[in-house]
């Protein structure tokens, strides 16, 4: 098993996929599986960094919140 991210990153999900995996750190990221290609995304408020999910597919990493 590899570590993929530093010690506070919290509630990773897979894409549906198995290519991306999107994580809160805080703040919203997104990353390919290998741990490469970290990339911050915007988020509108608290809730949106809460539960990750991949709604419909696409690389958006929203929330459920």
């Known amino acids: 098993m590899k570590r993929l991210t530093e010690a506070g990153a919290y509630t990773p999900a897979w894409a549906p996929d198995g290519s991306h995996i999107v ?7 997104v990353m390919r599986a290998d ?5 911050a995304l915007p988020v509108d408020g608290i809730g949106e960094t809460t539960l990750p999910d991949w709604r419909g597919g696409d690389r958006s990493g929203r929330g459920r919140g």
């Open 23 to 29: 994580f809160c750190a805080p703040g919203l990221f």
């Open 35 to 39: 741990g490469t290609g970290i990339e």
